[in-house]
Nanobody
């Protein structure tokens, strides 16, 4: 089992910044992959950024490239995943979820590749 807990959401004006955090604990294995996803009501959950923990391979959705940065930090028994979001736009408004898998998904920005999810944190960007 992997437990995920997000924090750091909130409300910000367009052009502002927020940093999301995800604390991951449990049994990770050697091929842990993690990602940030977001979802608005009535739409599919979309991948924003992903990282392969062992080699720091990173990828982003085109809609956030150059504005969002995913990173990781290992502490004793806990892995922290971050999403630094700059130059936020109203269309970035969504519930943001942290996700994990004990393998490297074939399509790492597709939600089907992950089987562990956090509870989500709301990000609201006003114009």
């Amino acid at each position: 089992q992997i437990q995920l807990m997000e924090s750091g959401g909130g409300s910000v004006q367009a052009g502002g910044s927020l940093k999301l955090s995800c604390a991951a604990s449990g049994f990770f294995g050697s091929s842990l992959s993690m990602g940030w996803f977001r979802q608005v009501p009535g739409k599919q959950r979309e991948g924003v950024a992903h990282i392969v923990v062992s080699d720091n391979t990173i990828g982003y959705a085109d809609s956030v490239k150059g504005r969002f940065t995913i990173s990781q930090d290992n502490a004793k028994n806990t892995l922290y995943l971050y999403l630094q979001m700059n130059s936020l736009k109203p269309e970035d408004t969504a519930i943001y979820y942290c996700a994990a898998a004990r393998w490297v998904p074939f399509n790492p920005l597709e939600r089907y590749g992950y089987n562990y999810w956090g509870q989500g944190t709301q990000v609201t960007v006003s114009s």
